[in-house]
């Protein structure tokens, strides 16, 4: 059986994440809440959120990990051109709502989206926390792609992407790697894997493995605060630290 855990005390530990289910893989608890105090416990301890409307809150410890080193990063060739023609321009923390809300929004493809509005109201929580950070993506004054997630230490939890242009996810995944191994952060969660990930070089660690990163990572300083320097980056491949081409 599921362990349940209790809405009123938000500080109160999860189970071991040894005892996830097989099938589904990953599931490890029920209930609670989304506070900010639960849900930075629970990503310092490789658990996430992860439910549909109208049921209750699922949390989840997949085995294996998707993560990415920033620093092994791949960038296409044709990604590179584009990079070079420095058509988008990128920010960091400036629209965080406005990237939550298009990460939330319907697919193209008709797919639904797992971001019910408990969970945008929690995440947004967390951005006033200075603890979830937005990278948004621009051209001209245009938001044409992001993504979102979480940061605790050195240790950044990604969440969600979207894009309305050519490759503005990934020209927001290149300037977050970089800036991310700027500031010495050694790892990106991904959750769980996909063929998207596995072409721009993700990594998969078995759960045990990831649990003793997260252990060291999540002690290191980090970037406190709000993350908008002002300024609108153009990101160069060549800048995404030990980024390969492909």
């Known amino acids: 059986m599921l362990f349940r855990l209790d809405p009123y005390n938000p500080a109160a530990p999860f189970p071991d994440i040894a005892l996830a289910e097989r099938e589904p893989n990953g599931l490890l608890a029920i209930g609670g809440d989304l506070s900010v105090t639960r849900l930075v416990n629970a990503y310092r301890h490789g658990i996430f959120p992860w439910f549909n409307a109208g049921d209750p809150i699922l949390w989840w410890s997949p085995d294996p990990r998707t993560v990415f080193f920033p620093e092994r990063l791949h960038v296409s060739r044709s990604l590179r051109k584009r990079l070079r023609r420095r058509e988008l321009g990128v920010t960091l923390d400036r629209a965080f709502d406005a990237v939550i809300a298009a990460c939330s929004a319907p697919r193209r493809d008709g797919a639904g989206t797992w971001l019910v509005p408990e969970m945008v109201a929690a995440y ?72 998207h990930l596995v072409r721009l070089g993700a990594d998969e660690l078995a759960r045990e493995d990831f649990a003793a990163l997260l252990e060291h990572g999540c002690q290191l300083p980090g970037r406190p605060g709000l993350w908008d320097d002002g300024a609108l980056h153009y990101p160069s491949a060549e800048a995404a630290g030990g980024a390969t081409a492909t």
Request: charge should be negative.
């Open 124 to 195: 947004r929580a967390l951005h006033r926390h200075r603890l979830a950070h937005s990278v948004e993506v621009w051209r001209g004054d245009e938001l044409v792609g992001g993504l979102y997630g979480v940061a605790v230490g050195g240790v950044f939890f990604g969440e969600s992407m979207f894009s309305r242009a050519d490759d503005a996810s990934k020209v927001a995944l290149v300037h977050l790697c970089r800036q991310l191994a700027d500031w010495g952060f050694g790892l990106i969660d991904c959750q769980v894997m996909s063929a």
